[in-house]
């Protein structure tokens, strides 16, 4: 389906996390969590924002292909 997402896997690494304990606190199969690492299985949005909250990662450095749902501050116009 897709290619694997490396950077979930290295994300779950750095932190000590399994591939169950994910899967645990997204309240799914671990399955599911193997599926989307390997590029088996798309993540709804949803769900992509449920890893990256759990994980303590911005989605779009575990899932760049996301479209960003960060919009950067406004900045006042400066005078002439």
Not at 16 to 40: C, K
Request: hydrophobic share 40%; glycine share 6%.
């Amino acid at each position: 389906m897709g290619r694997k997402n490396s950077a979930l896997r290295d994300a779950l690494w750095i932190r000590g996390y399994r591939q169950a304990d994910l899967a645990e606190q997204l309240g799914v199969d671990p399955a599911v969590v193997s599926r989307i690492i390997n590029g088996r299985a798309q993540a709804s949005e949803a769900r992509k924002r449920e890893i990256a909250r759990i994980l303590g990662v911005p989605q779009c450095d575990l899932f760049p292909e996301s479209p960003v749902s960060w919009t950067p501050p406004r900045t006042e116009a400066r005078d002439r």
